[in-house]
């Protein structure tokens, strides 16, 4: 916006007319803007002139002699709490005794500096034009100078006299004479507004500056009446050199960009192409002189249609600049696409990222697919049962079927792993071959299968049972073997408000209830199957005091560096022990306190003693550990957590270094854009975040960028697999380095897991191989043992 339609948008002129009788009283008041004077009629004007300006109230009085007209200025705040300079004039109305007053109000508030130059020779002498180096002059409405700034003799030569009653016009080039006498007839009409232009003014020597000249009309705030023009100039003749320097530069960028690997062209706002540099040539396959000045979307036919010509239209109509990333069709290639918007056009750089996006591809499928059998994973699975219970279907309910093989140990011991994954890609094939359209089967890992699917009842759902368990009692045949396995099936059908937890837990059960009764049965999900149901609500009640009791105490596992094999760092482990119950997993109670809103006290707990430990440690044994402490998704969503680590830091006097934050892809993905602020706040305090069990849910590349985290914690799933799934551990460290991340692998519990995660050059590892999570005086003795 203007800076002159700012300021009249702060500040509206009080212009009025007004008229009062013999005692001063307004009768009759007409405003610009009512109510911002802060006066009605039937109001003394006297009074009302001297409760608004008190720096004024010596004159007001005086103001009104009888018989006598008076003007006034006064600085007065209106009703809308904005300051502004106010003239008061008034004539005598009337004879006798009954002379009453009419008048005006003008605001000066806007050009009472223009209208005080124009006004007083000597203020503009004092205040602004001796002190100048600007060439400040003013001329009449004849065009002639009336008055010039001494910085005329100083910068051009020209004493005043020899400018003072000459035509404005006469000092300046002949090719710039008839643009500027329009321009002067403008500024002296009615409603004349402010130019800015430039202009050639000859010197007192015969030489020529370019001078950058605003010109403001002066108009007698009473009469209306131009009483001339206000010009005030700058010489910007070596500026112009510098233009010329800068479009140069600009050439030679042009050529530069010419150079780069980026494809790169401009538009104008009617989308003639006005440069495109020779790698964007040859993408449309053309040359640069077939494509310049025709418009891009007769250069490239499927461009309009396509999400890219979406953006570019976008662009031009916003004038906001984009970056995006799309797939262009014609060419059969993904783009990387940057749009400048700019006032007359658009500049546009774009890249071939195809290999980038089919790398990215094969990542996301390597993270939601089974690396052996080619079918979902786990993570693949959940999400999309997550969306069946989402959905209301008229073929009828979300059902799982938990597959285990029932002879699968046995002869994977007895024949080797190879014998044993050729056994598992056999049966994904069968699994695969009795599903119905809409149903899925993936591979939970080992010889876990599940299947989901809609059923309308447990006759649809026993249908399914039946052909999945006669396809697995065929014998199935590798390296010339015949082999026989059979399977356990357990069954759960969705009941409102289940989760995909609750409902993969229900038909683990079940599938333990079919392989204890027999080989090759199936059994349905009942809740007398589960006596967990009575030991959640023993946990529940005594989670309520467990924290106040003092039942929860911190275990300590290391993490070592796996080149040097030197301790680095602490994972912070809550453990509950309660006196009846005994040792309590973290498995059962940690849900459980996120689902009834006691996972945030705790968590606050566990960090503050983690704090202190680390803090004691380090003091003790002269180390730079770092201790780790899980982030809860609860904690993640609560708009303090940030004020309570840092109450933590602050309370423990721990330095933010030695503290790393963990948290999980399934807790970042619920809010994504919280949870990364949150991250990048916590980032800024110094404090290291990692994000743990990565790989056992979304895994995405995309996501992955966006947060601000320093290491990545292999989930021990991923860790522990057979051969075929070292690829992806090495795939997923690459992907870790690539993004500047370390990597952590949990879960090491042999020798030869160790040796083989070194070499995929995993930074540091952590299980049961260095040390068993343990409290903090065995922690103690640990170190002194180290």
Same mark, same amino acid.
């Given at each position: 916006m203007p800076v002159n339609a700012m300021y009249k948008n702060t500040f509206l002129l009080l212009n009025a007319v007004w008229s009062t009788d013999s005692d001063g009283i307004l009768g009759f008041l007409l405003e610009d803007h009512p109510g911002l004077l802060g006066i009605v009629p039937g109001q003394c004007l006297q009074d009302w002139m001297t409760q608004v300006s008190v720096e004024h109230e010596s004159r007001c009085p005086a103001a009104f002699i009888p018989g006598q007209s008076f003007c006034v200025e006064l600085d007065i705040t209106a009703s809308n709490g904005h300051a502004h300079r106010v003239l008061v004039t008034g004539l005598p109305q009337g004879t006798g005794t009954e002379v009453g007053y009419s008048g005006a109000i003008v605001d000066l508030t806007v050009h009472c500096r223009a209208l005080d130059d124009a006004l007083s020779k000597?203020?503009?002498?004092? $205040?602004?034009?001796?002190?100048?180096?600007?060439?400040?002059?003013?001329?009449?409405?004849?065009?002639?100078?009336?008055?010039?700034?001494?910085?005329?003799?100083?910068?051009?030569?020209?004493?005043?006299e020899q400018m003072v009653g000459r035509p404005v016009i006469e000092f300046l080039h002949p090719d710039d004479r008839a643009s500027a006498h329009d321009a002067l007839l403008y500024l002296v009409s009615p409603n004349a507004r402010p130019l800015v232009t430039e202009v050639r003014k000859r010197n007192a020597v015969g030489e020529y500056a370019a001078l950058a000249t605003k010109a403001c009309p002066v108009i007698d705030p009473v009469t209306g009446r131009s009483q001339g023009v206000v010009m005030v100039s700058r010489d910007i003749t070596e500026e112009q050199a510098m233009r010329g320097q800068l479009r140069d530069l600009a050439n030679e960028k042009l050529a530069l960009v010419d150079s780069i690997d980026d494809g790169f062209f401009s538009? /104008?706002?009617?989308?003639?192409?006005?440069? *495109? /540099?020779?790698?964007?040539?040859?993408?449309?396959?053309?040359?640069?002189?077939?494509?310049?000045?025709?418009?891009?979307? #007769?250069?490239?036919?499927?461009?309009?249609?396509?999400?890219?010509?979406?953006?570019?239209?976008?662009?031009?109509?916003?004038?906001?600049? *984009?970056?995006?990333e799309a797939f262009y069709e014609p060419n059969s290639v993904w783009l990387s696409e940057r749009i400048y918007a700019y006032a007359d056009g658009l500049s546009v750089f774009f890249h071939d990222i195809s290999e980038r996006k089919a790398a990215e591809?094969?990542?996301?499928?390597?993270?939601?697919?089974?690396? $052996?059998?080619?079918?979902? /994973?786990?993570?693949?699975?959940?999400?999309?049962?997550?969306?069946? $219970?989402?959905?209301?279907?008229?073929?009828?309910?979300?059902?799982?079927?938990?597959?285990?093989?029932?002879?699968?140990?046995?002869?994977?011991?007895?024949?080797?792993?190879?014998?044993? #994954?050729l056994l598992l890609q056999q049966v994904s094939e069968r699994l695969c071959q009795c599903m119905r359209p809409g149903d899925v089967v993936a591979r939970l890992g080992g010889d876990e299968f599940v299947v989901a699917a809609s059923c309308t009842g447990r006759e649809a759902a026993t249908a399914i049972a039946q052909r999945l368990l006669g396809q697995l009692k065929a014998p199935f045949y590798a390296d010339g073997l015949e082999m026989c396995v059979g399977a356990s099936i357990g069954i759960c059908l969705a009941s409102p408000g289940v989760t995909t937890q609750q409902l993969f837990q229900s038909a683990d059960t079940a599938m333990y209830k079919a392989k204890t009764s027999g080989t090759g049965g199936f059994a349905f999900y009942d809740p007398s199957m589960c006596v967990e149901a009575k030991r959640a609500l023993t946990l529940e009640m005594a989670l309520n005091k467990a924290l106040e009791l003092n039942e929860f105490e911190v275990?300590?596992?290391?993490?070592?560096? $796996?080149?040097?094999?030197r301790?680095?760092?602490?994972?912070?482990?809550?453990?509950?022990n309660h006196p009846e119950l005994g040792q309590i997993s973290p498995l059962e109670f940690i849900s459980l306190a996120e689902e009834r809103g006691h996972i945030e006290a705790i968590g606050q707990w566990v960090l503050l003693q983690a704090c202190h430990a680390v803090k004691m440690l380090n003091a003790r044994f002269g180390l730079d550990l770092r201790m780790s402490v899980n982030v809860s998704a609860r904690q993640l969503r609560s708009h303090s957590f940030v004020e309570q680590v840092l109450h933590a830091l602050e309370a423990s006097n721990v330095d933010p270094a030695s503290i790393e934050l963990e948290v999980t892809e399934s807790a970042l993905i619920v809010d994504l854009g919280q949870s990364g602020d949150m991250l990048r706040r916590l980032k800024q305090e110094g404090i290291r975040l990692s994000l743990d069990d990565f790989g056992t849910g979304y895994s995405s590349m995309s996501y992955l960028r966006q947060l601000p985290v320093d290491i990545l914690k292999l989930d021990r799933s991923f860790v522990n697999q057979d051969a075929s799934g070292f690829g992806f551990v090495a795939a997923l460290v690459n992907m870790a380095h690539a993004l500047g991340l370390s990597v952590v692998a949990e879960g090491i519990e042999t020798t030869e897991l160790m040796g083989k995660l070194e070499g995929m050059g995993c930074d540091e590892g952590q299980g049961y191989l260095f040390a068993q999570p343990m409290p903090l005086d065995a922690v103690e003795e640990y170190l002194t043992r180290s």
């Open positions: 000597a203020r503009q002498s004092s $205040l602004i034009i001796e002190h100048s180096d600007d060439l400040i002059a003013h001329s009449g409405p004849d065009g002639r100078y009336l008055h010039v700034s001494p910085s005329y003799t100083r910068l051009m030569g020209w004493k005043p538009v /104008n706002a009617e989308w003639h192409i006005t440069y *495109v /540099n020779q790698r964007a040539a040859a993408f449309v396959g053309a040359t640069r002189d077939a494509v310049l000045g025709r418009r891009v979307w #007769d250069v490239a036919p499927g461009l309009a249609e396509s999400p890219i010509g979406v953006h570019l239209r976008e662009a031009m109509a916003t004038r906001e600049s *984009v970056s995006f591809a094969k990542l996301e499928e390597l993270a939601t697919r089974d690396s $052996l059998t080619g079918l979902p /994973n786990r993570a693949w699975i959940n999400s999309r049962v997550d969306d069946m $219970l989402k959905r209301t279907s008229q073929a009828g309910l979300a059902t799982i079927f938990f597959i285990d093989l029932n002879r699968f140990k046995e002869i994977n011991d007895s024949m080797g792993h190879a014998t044993g #994954d275990y300590y596992q290391p993490r070592v560096d $796996l080149r040097t094999k301790i680095l760092g602490l994972e912070a482990l809550l453990r509950w």
